[in-house]
C-alpha cells in the first residue's frame, strides 16, 4: 500500500506516440503506481517475456490501439493466448478508433476495459484501479479453489490412512503442500505412544534424539489441556526439540529453530494431532492458517477412529491368542503337533482356531475360521471352541459335534458363519471319521512321499443345513492327517484349488515326522501372509 492507501501496482503502458505514453505514465505514477513504457508490440512482447522468466509481470497492460507493427486488439489476443500472460488484464486505448463497434473488439479479443482518450486523468487512474482491483480478486479466488482442491484430495489421503503411522505421513505431506515447505505431524496416543511423520526424507544425521518425541508429546498435551478444537501458536526454538527441520532460515532476520504448530483435538479424552512447520516458513495469508487447521481437524478425526480401531484390534488379538494353547495336550498312541503364526501387526483380526481333545472314542482334532475379522469374531471363535470341549465330554461323533455347534451359532451368533474341519482318531485302529463344515479337507501324507485330500465336504457352519455323514478312512502308522486353515496357502488373485495343489505337492515331499511336516510348510508358505496361519498334524504311535 502506498501513502494514499491505494494499492501499489505495475503498469505496461504500450503506445508509439512519444508524449502520449509519457503523459499516461505520469498519470498513473501521481496515483501510485509503478509504469514499464513501450514503443511497440514487440517491445511489449520482449519485455512481457523477460518479466515473465523472472516472476515480475505487471499487473495491468494499458495498450494504444493502433500501434505501428501489431494492432492492439491482436496484441491482446496474443497475450491471452501465451499460458505466461493469459492471466494479464489489458486495457485498449485509442483516441481514434471509438465507436461502440471498436469497443465490442476491443472486448471480444480479450480486454477488460476500453478508454477513449484524451480522458480525465481521475477517469484513467480509476479505469486501471478497478481492472487491477478485479484481477487481484481472480487470482485470489483461483489459488483459494486451488488450495481447497489441495486440502480435499489431501483429507482424502487421511481418512484412507490404515494406521497411525500412515495417517501421520499424509498429514504431514498435506501440510506441508498447504505451506509450501517441509512439515511435520504428531498423534499422540492414549499410551503416550506418538505416531511421526515427516513430509520430507532426512538424512539419519539430522533426526530428532531419542527424548524430541517425549518432549513433542508433553508439549501437544500442555496446549490442549482441558481443550478440544483447533489452537494455533509459535514455539520458540528453546521449548522446540531440534532435528524435525533443517535449521536453515529464508534470510539472516528470520528465526531458526523454532516451529509454527497447529494443534487439534476432536473431542476431550481423544488423541490430540499436531502439525508443525519450522517458525522461518512463510505461511502466507490467513486462508493457508485455516487450511491448515482443516488439515489438523480432519486428522484428528481420523486418528480418534484409527486408534478405537487400535485398542479394540489389541483387545481382540489378546482375547483370541490367549484362548489358544500354546502346548496341545498328547493323546496315548498318538503324535499332535500344532503350529499358529499370527497374521502381521498392521492386518486385521483372524478367527483361526484348532484344537485336539480326548473323547471317549479317540482323539478329536479341530481346525477352523470364523468368516470375518473383527472383535466379534475372535469372541465367536472362543465360544466355539469351548462349546466344543463341552461337547466332547459326552460325544464323540464329529457330525454330531458340528450339528451342535451349528445350532449354537445360529441361537447366539445368527450373523456369524465359520469353516470348521473335525476329525475323531481311534488310535487303536486307526480309524478316521472327518466331518467338515466349509473347510479346507484334511491331507493324507504317507512316508512313501504321496499326500491326497481326503474326500470330506459340507456347508459352513451357522447356516442351519443337513450335515451329510463322516467321510470315514483308516490312517496308518506311515501316515501323517495334516489340517490347515486357508490362511496358510490362500493368495490374492490365485486360485484357491491351485493353492491346495501345491500345498500337496509340497506336504509329498517334506520330511518324515509330523513337526518336521509343519515346519517345512512354514518355511514354504508363511511369509508376509495377511491372515492368521494354523496348521495340525497327527500321526500314530501305536500304543503300549
Known amino acids: ?55 515480475t509481470l505487471p499487473d495491468v497492460a494499458l495498450v494504444d490501439v493502433g500501434l505501428p507493427d501489431m494492432s492492439g486488439f491482436d496484441l491482446c489476443r496474443r497475450l491471452k493466448e501465451s499460458p505466461p500472460t493469459a492471466a494479464l488484464p489489458v486495457v485498449h486505448f485509442s483516441a481514434v478508433k471509438v465507436a461502440p463497434a471498436d469497443r465490442c473488439l476491443g472486448l471480444d479479443a480479450g480486454g477488460e476495459a476500453y478508454l477513449t482518450v484524451p480522458a480525465e486523468p481521475e477517469e484513467i ?8 482491483r478485479g484481477a487481484r480478486h481472480r487470482s485470489d479466488a483461483e489459488t483459494e479453489a486451488g488450495n481447497l482442491t489441495l486440502l480435499a484430495e489431501t483429507i ?43 513430509s520430507r526424507r532426512r538424512a539419519a544425521a539430522t533426526l530428532p534424539d531419542d527424548g524430541a518425541h517425549d518432549a513433542v508429546a508433553r508439549l501437544v498435551l500442555r496446549t490442549m489441556a482441558g481443550r478440544v478444537g483447533i489452537r494455533d501458536t509459535v514455539v520458540p526454538a528453546p521449548l522446540w526439540p531440534p532435528g524435525f527441520f533443517h535449521a536453515v532460515p529464508l534470510d539472516d532476520t528470520s528465526p531458526t529453530g523454532g516451529a509454527r504448530i497447529t494443534v487439534a483435538r476432536s473431542r476431550e479424552g481423544c488423541a490430540p494431532v499436531c502439525l508443525a512447520v519450522p517458525s522461518y516458513t512463510p505461511v502466507g495469508d490467513p486462508g493457508t492458517a485455516r487450511l491448515v487447521g482443516r488439515l489438523a481437524h480432519a486428522t484428528a478425526l481420523a486418528a480418534e477412529r484409527l486408534l478405537m480401531y487400535e485398542m479394540e484390534r489389541h483387545i481382540a488379538l489378546t482375547l483370541q491368542r490367549s484362548f489358544l494353547p500354546t502346548h ?18 498392521d492386518t486385521e483380526i483372524g478367527g483361526d482356531f484348532y484344537a485336539a481333545l480326548p473323547t ?20 465367536v471363535m472362543v465360544e466355539i471352541r469351548h462349546a466344543l470341549r463341552a461337547y466332547c465330554v459326552d460325544e464323540s461323533d464329529p457330525r454330531t459335534l458340528a450339528h451342535r455347534l451349528d445350532k449354537m451359532l445360529q441361537r447366539y451368533h445368527p450373523d456369524a458363519t465359520t469353516t470348521l474341519c473335525l476329525a475323531l482318531v481311534d488310535p487303536a485302529t486307526g480309524r478316521t471319521r472327518v466331518a467338515n463344515a466349509g473347510h479346507i479337507p484334511p491331507l493324507i501324507v504317507d512316508d512313501a512321499g504321496t499326500a491326497k ?16 455323514p463322516p467321510t470315514e478312512t ?21 486360485d484357491l484349488a491351485a493353492s491346495m495343489e501345491h500345498l500337496r505337492g509340497v506336504a509329498a515331499d517334506a520330511p518324515l515326522g509330523v513337526a518336521a511336516l509343519c515346519d517345512t510348510l512354514l518355511a514354504c508358505f508363511g511369509h508376509d501372509s495377511d491372515d492368521d496361519m494354523a496348521l495340525l498334524a497327527l500321526r500314530l504311535t501305536g500304543l503300549d
Open 1 to 55: 500500500m502506498n501513502a494514499n492507501g491505494k494499492a501499489d501496482t505495475t503498469v505496461l503502458v504500450v503506445d508509439d506516440v512519444a508524449a502520449s505514453r509519457y503523459a499516461l505514465g505520469e498519470v498513473l505514477r501521481r496515483d501510485g503506481h509503478d509504469v514499464v513504457l513501450v514503443a511497440s508490440a514487440a517491445e511489449a512482447l520482449a519485455e512481457l517475456d523477460a518479466r515473465g522468466r523472472a516472476g
Open 360 to 379: 471317549p472314542a479317540g482323539v478329536l482334532t479341530a481346525i477352523g475360521d470364523v468368516v470375518g475379522h473383527s472383535l466379534e469374531a475372535a469372541t
Open 453 to 468: 485330500y481326503l474326500k470330506a465336504s459340507g456347508p459352513l457352519l451357522g447356516l442351519g443345513l443337513d450335515r451329510p
Open 474 to 494: 483308516v490312517l496308518r502308522r506311515t501316515d501323517r492327517l495334516l489340517m490347515v486353515t486357508d490362511g496358510l496357502i490362500e493368495t490374492r488373485g490365485t
Open 125 to 132: 487512474q480509476a479505469v486501471v484501479r478497478a481492472v487491477a
Open 156 to 198: 482424502l489421503d487421511v481418512q484412507s490412512a490404515r494406521c497411525p503411522s500412515e495417517l501421520a505421513h499424509a498429514a504431514a505431506v498435506g501440510a506441508g503442500r498447504l505451506t509450501g515447505g517441509p512439515a511435520v505431524a504428531f498423534i499422540v496416543g492414549d499410551d503416550g505412544a506418538v505416531h511421526r511423520g515427516l
Open 328 to 345: 496341545v495336550p498328547q493323546a496315548p498312541g498318538t503324535e499332535v503337533v500344532v503350529r499358529y503364526e499370527p497374521a502381521s501387526s
